[in-house]
Each structure stands twice: as C-alpha cells, then as structure tokens.
C-alpha cells in the first residue's frame, strides 16, 4: 500500500501533464493562456530559488539579479541583432554564464561565512545590478526600459504556451534528478545540521557553490522566458520584489518540495491576475497585496510546512491509517 502512495505524486504529475497539454484545445482564451504562461514561467524561478532556501537553507535577498540577467541579455541580444531562434540561444546562453559566474563568484566570497553574510552579499549585488541598469541608459534606457522583437514562434500565443510547460516539466525534471542525487543528498544534510556534515567529511563550501550556481543558471533561464513573454524589459526585473515573490511562492508551496514551488507560483499570481481584475469593480481589491499579505501570515501559521507539506502529511496519515487497520484484521 506504501509503495502505491509513493507512487501517487507521479500519477498526478502526469495527470496535470496531460490536462495541460490539452488545455489549449479546451480554453484558448488569450488572457487565460498567458497567465498560464506566467505561471510557468515563475514555477521556474521559484524551484530556483527552493534550491538554496529550501533544499541547502541559504537565504538570499538578490535572487532576482540572475532573474534579471537573463532577461537582459535574451532582450539586448533581440535588440541589437535580429530576432531569430539562433539570437535567442545566444541570449540565453550568455546569461545563463553570467549568471554562472556572477553567483560562483558571489558564493566563494560569501559561503565561507555562516549567518546572513550571503543573503547580504547578493541584496547588495542586486542593487548594484538595478543601478547600472538605471544608469546606462544609452543600453538599457534607463527605468523606462524598451520593447523588441522576438521570433514568429514566441508571437503565438499557444506555441509559447508550449514552449514554457515544456520549459517548466524540463527544468521540474533536472532538479528533481539534482536533488535526489548524492549531491542533493548533502545539501540537505549540510541545511539540517551543516557541522555535522562537515564532520563526516564533506566540505560544505563545495557543494553550497554548487546548488549557488544551479539555482542561478535556472532563475536566469526563467528571466530570459519572461522578457521574451512580455517583449519589454526595464529596471525593475532586479528589484527586491521579484525575490520576495520567489520567497512567498517557495513558503505558501512548501520549502524542499520542488512541486509545491509550482503550486505556490500558481496560487500567487493567479491571484493577483484576479484580485487585480476584481479592482477594477471593487475598490476594496485596489490594495490586492495586502490580501497576499494575509495569504502569508496564514500560511505560516497554519501551514507551516506550506501546501505540500499539508498534503504530504494528510496523505501519509491516510496510509498509515489503512495499514493499522490491515494490521488489526490480520491479528482479528
């Protein structure tokens, strides 16, 4: 009975697989395909970011600079040179090895050090990022940002809508693979209890580069997919806020569970799609924030472990209940 429980989590994911790819076919409204497609998208990055929070306990404030990073260099790529598929990868590429360089970098500098030494590292970093977007104008214009073009096949709505679930399956898969291999393993034991780790010999600075440099080649990757979406980019893909949205979609979904960062990306901006909507009516909605704001002080207080976590323990309860029940028919 265990083993088909364990196997549950793959029946759904399947399942939503499925209902997904044939969504289009049912509602191919263009305001539902492209929230769906956000939603997407900042599954991405919020599995990006569960990576340090979630899976190794490294808490960082500037998470939206590889965000940023890939979305400038996919939009400045499109921008200078043509828009075709071949520009695309050229722009993703580069921001994926900024990226990979800039958190290395910031990793070795920080990691040595215990406490919030690297959540302080990368905010300031971050804002280093937002000011030289700001100030180089004659390349990013400044706050004001600018559009470009993208490729035909990015123009469609529902192939894009393709392009990004498979994205997001894709990237699902690669760090689920991650963190359940013996490197993952580490990580986890270095986010429980980090000495003792080191005292069976493995160097926590090692493989705390390592998830520093995963997480961030994804939330560039997850950058790049976003520019690309809204065919605009300015400053404001380096504020603090896209980081705290990552934060809040990693706790309301259940930090360590790389599906509850998608069920937590789904829940925040679906309701900001319609809370926003809803404003348009009802005035009360206008402050739409401060009802995720009360979606956050609930969740933390009840749902400690998030909505996976609540949904892990409902359904083990559910197990474990069947089994003493088969156990006192056995004795009977």
């Not at 075709?84 to 360089?101: H, Q, R």
């Not at 790049?224 to 949205?245: G, K, M, P």
């Amino acid at each position: 009975m265990r083993g088909l429980f364990h196997k549950v989590p793959l029946y759904w994911g399947l399942a939503i697989m499925l209902f997904m790819l044939l969504f289009p076919f049912v509602n191919d409204t263009r305001s539902t395909l492209i929230l769906l497609t956000q939603i997407f998208i900042f599954a991405i990055f919020a599995m990006s970011f569960d990576i340090l929070l979630g899976y190794t306990g490294i808490v960082s404030f500037g998470h939206c600079m590889f965000f940023g990073i890939g979305a400038y260099s996919t939009a400045l790529i499109f921008n200078q040179l043509d828009a075709t598929l071949p520009n695309f990868i050229l722009g993703l590429v580069i921001g994926i090895l900024l990226s990979a360089l800039v958190s290395y970098i910031i990793g070795l500098l920080s990691l040595r050090l215990k406490s919030h030494f690297y959540a302080m590292l990368t905010l300031a970093v971050s804002q280093l990022f937002l000011v030289l977007a700001e100030k180089w104008r004659g390349l990013t214009h400044g706050g004001d940002g600018f559009t470009f073009s993208v490729p035909d096949v990015f123009k469609d709505r529902t192939s894009f809508y393709y392009i990004t679930l498979f994205s997001v399956a894709a990237v699902f898969i690669l760090l689920k693979l991650f963190t359940e291999s013996s490197t993952g393993k580490v990580l986890k034991a270095i986010s429980q209890n980090e000495y003792r780790a080191e005292a069976l010999g493995y160097k926590s600075l090692h493989y705390k580069l390592i998830a520093s440099v995963t997480a961030g080649v994804a939330a560039s990757f997850s950058g790049a997919l976003y520019a690309v979406s809204l065919r605009f980019i300015n400053t404001n893909v380096f504020s603090i806020e896209v980081t705290l949205d990552a934060l809040l979609m990693t706790m309301i979904g259940g930090l360590g569970t790389l599906a509850g960062a998608i069920a937590g990306a789904g829940t925040i901006e679906f309701l900001r799609h319609y809370l926003s909507e809803l404003a348009a009516s009802y005035p009360i909605f206008e402050r739409w924030t401060i009802v995720l704001g009360f979606l956050y002080i609930i969740v933390l207080l009840g749902f400690p472990s998030g909505l996976a976590g609540f949904i892990r323990k409902f359904t083990f309860k559910y197990d474990g209940g069947k089994n003493k029940e088969k156990k006192l028919k056995r004795a009977a």
